[in-house]
């Protein structure tokens, strides 16, 4: 098991950029898979971006590809998730999750097994 923090939210005007940050604690971070899902209030979680354990392979969303990056340092155990040009559909809360499989896709929440506590991210003038 992994433990999980998110931090970098905040509130920012449209077109701004932000980067959010996954720390992780317990088993090494190298062992895992990451990604980054958001839910907005009244609707399902989606999948933002995912990463291999070794960080050379990536997933990514289709409303954000092009826009936003995930990435990770695996010396200091945290992952993080570049985002520009936000508009305020990208509002939402952001969670960082882990898996120990990695495939060619890797976007349904089911197959992560540690979650963290989700931080906001709020895009409006």
């Known amino acids: 098991q992994v433990q999980l923090v998110e931090s970098g939210g905040g509130l920012v005007q449209p077109g701004a950029s932000l980067r959010l940050s996954c720390t992780a604690s317990?088993?090494?971070?190298?062992?895992?898979?990451m990604g980054w899902f958001r839910q907005a209030p009244g609707k399902e979680r989606e999948f933002v971006a995912a990463?291999?354990?070794?960080?050379?392979?990536?997933n990514y969303g289709d409303s954000v590809k092009g826009r936003f990056t995930i990435s990770r340092d695996n010396a200091k155990n945290t992952g993080y998730l570049r985002m520009n040009s936000l508009h305020s559909e990208d509002t939402a809360v952001y969670y960082c999750?882990?898996?120990?499989?990695?495939?060619?896709?890797?976007?349904?929440?089911?197959?992560?097994?540690?979650w963290g506590q989700g931080t906001q991210v709020t895009v409006s003038s």
């Open positions: 999750a882990a898996k120990l499989t990695w495939h060619p896709i890797n976007y349904q929440p089911q197959e992560y097994d540690d």
């Open positions: 317990g088993r090494p971070f190298s062992y895992y898979s």
């Open positions: 990463i291999s354990p070794s960080g050379r392979s990536t």
